[in-house]
Each structure stands twice: as C-alpha cells, then as structure tokens.
C-alpha cells in the first residue's frame, strides 16, 4: 500500500517539473510528450494513484481528495492548452498562459491543495 503523503509530495515535485518543461516547449517549440497525453489526468503517476487501489474510501470521501481530483483534471488540462500553445508557435500567448494565467493560478491551486491534504493525513 502506497504512503499518501509520499506520493503527494512526489506529486508536487512532478508537477512543479511541468513548468520547467513547458518552459522548453515554448522556447524551442517543441516537446517530449504528446498534448493527447498531457491533457488526461490518469496517465501521470499521480493521477494513477488517485485513481488506483491506495487510497481508503474515507480519504476518498473526503473533502481533499475531491478538491484534488479535479484540480489535477484541470491542471493536465490547462498543461496541454500551454503545450499546444507552445508547439504551434504562439510562444507569446503561451507565456501568457503560463505565468499570469490560467496556468500559474492551477498550479498553485493545486499545489495548495495538496499540501493542505498532506497536513490534514495522521502519520
């Protein structure tokens, strides 16, 4: 069984590294992973464990989890819109996106959410 607050904290790395990532695709116009793909939010290991066998039905239940789940639908979501953005050459409008957009209030939403989800988990 997976620690929750393990895979939280992975999470947040992981997805902190979108950025740098994203950064590259719109500078170079060009990216390592397919828009398809970075738009579902089960294919990152993140979402495979929101969505696999590791969390208890009361975590499930609960208010974070909720919250979290669709953060990081939307998160994949805005991701994807910044990496399409990105690869079709409309760099300017990509930035935009990313650092006073739609994109850094997900990320940070996210991110927020999740550390209060990892405080709120007894060791």
């Not at 904290?9 to 902190?16: D, P």
């Not at 500078?27 to 970075?38: S, Y």
């Not at 994949?76 to 739609?102: F, N, P, Q, R, Y």
């Amino acid at each position: 069984m997976a620690d929750v607050k393990e895979e939280i904290s992975k999470a947040i790395g992981a997805h902190g590294l979108w950025k740098m990532r994203l950064s590259t695709a719109i500078t170079t116009g060009k990216l390592d992973a397919k828009v398809e793909d970075i738009r579902v939010d089960n294919k990152c290991a993140f979402g495979q464990f929101i969505y696999g066998k590791d969390i208890s039905t009361a975590e499930r239940n609960g208010e974070h989890f909720k919250k979290i789940r669709d953060l990081h639908a939307e998160f994949h979501k805005t991701a994807a819109h910044v990496a399409d953005l990105a690869i079709s050459g409309k760099k300017d409008e990509a930035k935009k996106v990313m650092d006073a957009g739609a994109y850094k209030k997900i990320s940070s939403d996210l991110t927020a959410a999740m550390m209060a989800w990892k405080g709120k988990i007894a060791n």
